[in-house]
């Protein structure tokens, strides 16, 4: 019994940390008033990326570096179209997840003459659990750093109330601007952690909708670190609950048919969107571009 | 001088004969699924199949993978509507697709690969995977020192729950009380290309007493075996002959010859034989096989392999009856 616990509980650490960095990715770039759909595309590129520099340099931690420059180089696209030239954010943020789904089997293709795969990187050449320790610390970081410091101070400024921000002298969209950068480099180490800790290679789509599971995660958590944070360690122990229950018998001979087990993650995020997480309130100028007067 | 003139003589002969058969100008569209030619396994066999062609019958190659489970139609058709003479659908997702496009162009001929499409231009590639699944679950049991093998499909669909009948009934074969413990990726298509979770799924298994296990999850599948490596423990691959991939880890692949009966399909096609209906690829005519090769050759002692090969001849014989999920649910 404490040894299934204790497996469903590792289990459950290691599912909800890529879930966990796409969030605190999403999260900065929200709270600075800028809605970030393209989580999954910033994923995408950072499994990419990470993969393949991991295998080439025989190092995960440049692996995981070169995927968090790949996403600050993709989220700053999609800051100048949002930030700058007043792209409506949603249509934008489809366009990088569509870019993402496109340009990494064209830069495979180009690189290893396939499409679908990145090589295997050796299992010494691979995470064991750093990434598991640091995504709790850089949650603790963010939760300080919105908090008690000036510089998020400006950020939750530039995403309630961007003019007071203005009229204190403080750039919005320079504010905005490193918020998105950040974000994205928090979300391809999301990604990354995908394919060089939890699997050895890069996959075609590998991120398989986790990126949109760390947005509602992120809306159940009220756009505020920690609670995001236990919305996605219940993301993860559904997820882990659910592989664990697959085939059990829970009444009768027959188990329960595994696909009612597998919609259970969907079920909950459902479930805590619509009734249990009371009203969540997204920062007043979410979406909002931001013009000087 | 007169040597060289003989010699371009018969280079542009031979050019103008294989011209005269159409060979280079017959053309061949192969239509993978979402796994794509890389996946190691399924869509992988099917393209050595059709490269092969390519390079032996000199024919002309296009291959496009499908992004999501709707393209398949719209490739299919525009394929129809070039000059493409031969069409492969790789994989059962595409059964409707090649149903509704070959009544459409009842000229072209159309293969489909793990479905039957009943119509006098298409033949079906049909496969019987019980039959390899059996063999690989009596090896899988008596490799087992923990009387506990895994199974993880890539979706609970017919095909899958076929490999999955027919595994637990090799395994309990050879022993009645071995546990199987089975389990799925996913409910879409994603399934088949979701690594990091059939490795956790792996590591549920394995840390739940398993000691081997089958893996037919399309791409989905390396997770399986990032788990055997990080366990050292074994798995079975699927398919593809997958030995390489974890050297020494995984205990033997159930293939699936794709490769062969693609090459046979292009070869009919090209050569005017090419007849509609259903082809059956067994352990008998070799179109299933389980893999030994240098990689798994110390994992499978001479004992055991005298025991699988008189399994298999029985299988052959039909004096083994595997379990068959499609008949079960008729």
Redesign the interface.
């Known amino acids: 019994m404490i040894?299934?616990l204790l497996?469903i509980l590792s289990?459950t650490l290691?599912?909800s940390t890529?879930l966990l960095f796409a969030a605190l990715g999403g999260l900065m770039s929200e709270r600075s008033g800028v809605i970030n759909i393209a989580l999954e595309g910033l994923m995408l590129v950072g499994a990419f990326t990470g993969a393949i520099v991991a295998y080439s340099f025989h190092s995960p931690w440049l692996g995981w570096g070169a995927a968090a420059i790949s996403g600050v180089l993709l989220a700053a696209i999609y800051a100048a179209s949002v930030i700058n030239w007043k792209a409506d954010q949603i249509v934008a943020g489809t366009a990088i997840n569509m870019l993402a789904l496109g340009m990494v089997p064209f830069i495979s293709k180009i690189l290893y003459g396939?499409?679908?795969?990145s090589p295997?990187i050796p299992?010494d050449e691979r995470f064991i659990f750093a990434p598991i320790i640091l995504v709790w610390v850089f949650l603790l970081i963010i939760h300080f750093w919105l908090g008690r410091t000036p510089s998020g101070l400006w950020v939750r400024f530039a995403g309630e109330h961007p003019k007071a921000l203005d009229a204190a002298g403080i750039g919005v969209k320079k504010v905005r601007w490193g918020a998105v950068l950040m974000g994205g480099a928090l979300a391809a180490l999301g990604g990354a952690t995908?394919s060089t800790m939890?699997?050895?290679?890069y996959?075609?789509?590998?991120t398989?909708?986790r990126g949109f599971m760390a947005l509602a995660a992120l809306i159940f958590g009220k756009w505020r670190p920690i609670p995001t944070a236990m919305a996605c360690l219940l993301f993860g122990f559904t997820?882990?609950l659910q592989?664990?229950l697959?085939?059990v018998v829970l009444w009768g001979t027959e188990p329960v048919?595994?696909?009612f087990i597998?919609?259970l993650p969907y079920l909950v995020t459902v479930l805590v969107l619509a009734g249990l997480v009371g009203h969540s309130r997204p920062p007043k100028a979410l979406g909002l571009f931001f013009e000087k007067d | 001088m007169k040597f060289t003139k003989f010699f371009a003589f018969s280079i542009a002969f031979a050019l103008s004969s294989t011209n005269a058969r159409g060979a280079d100008e017959f053309k061949v569209g192969l239509v993978l699924d979402?796994?794509?030619?890389?996946?190691?396994s399924f869509n992988a066999a099917a393209f050595r199949g059709a490269n092969q062609a390519q390079m032996q019958l000199h024919l002309n190659l296009k291959t496009v993978?499908a992004a999501d489970d709707n393209a398949y139609e719209t490739l299919l058709r525009s394929m129809a509507q070039k000059d493409f003479d031969l069409i492969i659908g790789v994989g059962v997702a595409q059964q409707e697709a090649i149903k509704k496009v070959s009544a459409q162009f009842p000229k072209k001929h159309f293969v489909i690969v793990d479905a039957e499409v009943k119509a006098p231009n298409v033949k079906s590639l049909m496969f019987k995977e019980h039959e390899g699944s059996y063999l690989v679950g009596a090896i899988a049991a008596m490799s087992s020192k923990s009387g506990k093998i895994g199974f993880v499909g890539g979706m609970?669909i017919p095909l899958i729950k076929r490999f999955e009948l027919g595994y637990e009934a090799g395994a309990k074969s050879v022993n009645p009380n071995i546990a199987v413990?089975?389990?799925?990726v996913?409910?879409t298509s994603?399934a088949w290309?979701?690594?990091?979770?059939a490795?956790?799924?792996a590591?549920?298994q394995y840390?739940?007493g398993a000691d081997v296990i089958f893996a037919a999850a399309g791409?989905?599948s390396?997770?399986v075996f990032?788990a055997a490596?990080?366990k050292k423990k074994y798995a079975i691959g699927v398919d593809s002959n997958q030995n390489w991939?974890k050297p020494g880890l995984i205990l033997t692949s159930m293939m699936k010859r794709l490769d062969v009966a693609i090459f046979q399909a292009c070869q009919s096609a090209l050569t005017g034989s090419f007849k509609g209906g259903t082809e059956n690829f067994g352990l008998s005519n070799n179109g299933i096989d389980y893999a030994l090769d240098e990689f798994n050759e110390k994992l499978i002692s001479p004992d055991m392999k005298k025991k699988i090969e008189s399994i298999k001849e029985a299988i052959i014989a039909g004096k083994i009856k595997v379990p068959d999920y499609y008949k079960q649910k008729g």
Request: charged share 25%; proline share 6%.
């Open positions: 040894d299934s497996q289990s290691r599912v890529p396939v499409t679908g795969t295997t299992a995908l939890l699997s050895s290679a996959a075609r789509n590998m398989a909708g997820e882990a592989i664990r697959q085939g048919p595994v696909q597998q919609i | 979402r796994g794509g030619r890389d996946d190691k993978e609970s413990l089975k389990n799925y996913g409910m994603e290309n979701n690594p990091p979770k490795k956790e799924i590591m549920q840390q739940g791409a989905s390396s997770g990032d490596e990080d991939i």
